[in-house]
């Protein structure tokens, strides 16, 4: 590989990523720029086209591309790089086994999924993404991979899958879709990806951040505390630094995951001073309530700051009392819940 394309492996692996061989071929041979001929929104807001000059550099980034918006709100991407191949190592799908991937999005992940030997139906719910998707792929001259127009809680009825690989966030899971399952699952405001075995058991393989699904998958389940309208400020101080150094992006996504577990206001905020969103106890009001910065330190604000403050402490010595326990050692049981028109199945308990 020469030009931009050179260091990409090298780029999903930063950060800890390993790659088998036969998945880094894949991403060294499925040529990304070609699922993204429209271009993609650059992270300061603007479109980058293919003819600009940083466009390839973006594309051989460990990045996501968002290629269509909404308004404001990202309603279609080709994933981070690094997230991907882990979704797909941790699928593990052997040659000649059959792959139904709900979100196409640009259909990237499906001609990877293609180059790994699978036979791939992937279904998207947006027509225009469908179309861009097929004429990529037929570009890439990518071959068994069929992209249907549908809603993906329906699944696809007929179909004899291997596994099911989900690429955008739900709230939960489709009891139509045969079992085993790779998907980003809602949970304290994010979307850690899941593995749901044959078994129906589930465990957390990454922390990860996802677009919202549209449908059943999401829509009659609105998320059990969304983030505060605007910055989470003027904060006051319930105590003092407990991490020096502060936790580290994982640790603290465990943190995060555990005060999921045990609050059910739990969600995302952007708070000052952190350039990454913050773990926030958000109060009935979604104005005030407390957070806790990787430092570890509790911040409150709002008519309840108080008994909210009194929370995140909870939160965080159980935590810690517990040895700091990691998102992947929890054992998640589904349940189904919601719309009974149109059921899913959501995590409901959780041991260690
Ligand atoms: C993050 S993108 C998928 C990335 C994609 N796998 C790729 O390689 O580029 C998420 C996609 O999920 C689609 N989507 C959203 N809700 C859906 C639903 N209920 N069923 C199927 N697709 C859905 C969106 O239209 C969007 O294109």
Redesign the pocket.
């Known amino acids: 590989m020469s030009g931009p394309r050179a260091g990409y492996l090298e780029r999903i692996r930063q950060g800890g990523m390993v790659l088998s061989p036969r998945l880094a071929t894949a991403f060294a041979e499925v040529p990304r720029e070609v ?1 993204v001929p429209e271009g993609f929104q650059r992270r300061d807001g603007t479109w980058a086209e293919p003819a600009d000059p940083d466009f390839l550099d973006i594309v051989y980034s460990d990045d996501v591309l968002v290629t269509k918006v909404d308004g404001r709100t990202p ?5 981070q790089p690094s997230l ?1 191949a882990l979704m797909l190592e941790t699928l593990d799908v052997r040659p000649g086994q059959t792959v139904l ?10 001609a990877l999924l293609s180059h790994l030997g699978a036979r791939v139906v992937s ?4 027509a225009d ?1 469908v179309e861009r998707a097929r004429a990529a792929l037929a570009r890439a001259q990518v071959g068994n991979v069929r992209v249907e127009l ?4 329906a699944g696809r009825p007929g179909l004899d899958a291997d596994h099911v690989i989900v ?2 966030g739900v709230a939960g899971i489709s009891p139509h879709w045969p079992r085993p399952i790779v998907a980003p699952v809602e949970h304290a405001g994010t979307h850690p990806v899941l593995r749901i075995a044959t078994d129906g058991t589930a465990r957390v393989v990454t922390p990860a951040g ?2 919202t ?3 059943p ?1 999401t829509a009659a389940h609105p998320f059990p505390a969304p983030a505060p309208p605007g910055v989470f400020s003027e904060l006051t101080p319930y105590g003092e630094i407990v991490f020096d150094p502060p936790l580290d992006a994982l640790a603290y996504r465990d943190l995060w995951y555990a005060a999921g577990v045990w609050h059910r206001r739990a969600t995302h905020a952007a708070v000052p001073g952190h350039e990454q969103s913050c773990l926030v106890l958000l109060d009935d009001e979604r104005t005030g309530g407390a957070t806790i910065t990787p430092d570890g330190r509790i911040s409150a604000r709002g008519a309840q700051a108080d008994k909210y403050a009194a929370d995140a402490r909870a939160v965080l010595d159980r935590w810690l009392d517990l040895g700091r326990p990691a998102m992947g050692a929890w054992r998640i049981t589904l349940a189904a819940g919601g719309d009974p028109a149109a059921p899913i199945l959501m995590p409901h308990t959780w041991e260690l």
Do not use: R
């Not at 991937?101 to 499906?110: F, P």
């Not at 279904?123 to 947006?126: E, L, N, R």
């Not at 549908?150 to 809680?153: E, I, L, N, S, V």
């Open positions: 699922f309603v279609s991407s080709s994933s991907m991937e709900i979100g196409t999005g640009t259909g990237y992940n499906a279904i998207d719910v947006q993404v549908a809603d993906g809680y690429t955008v996802f677009m699904a549209a449908g998958l």
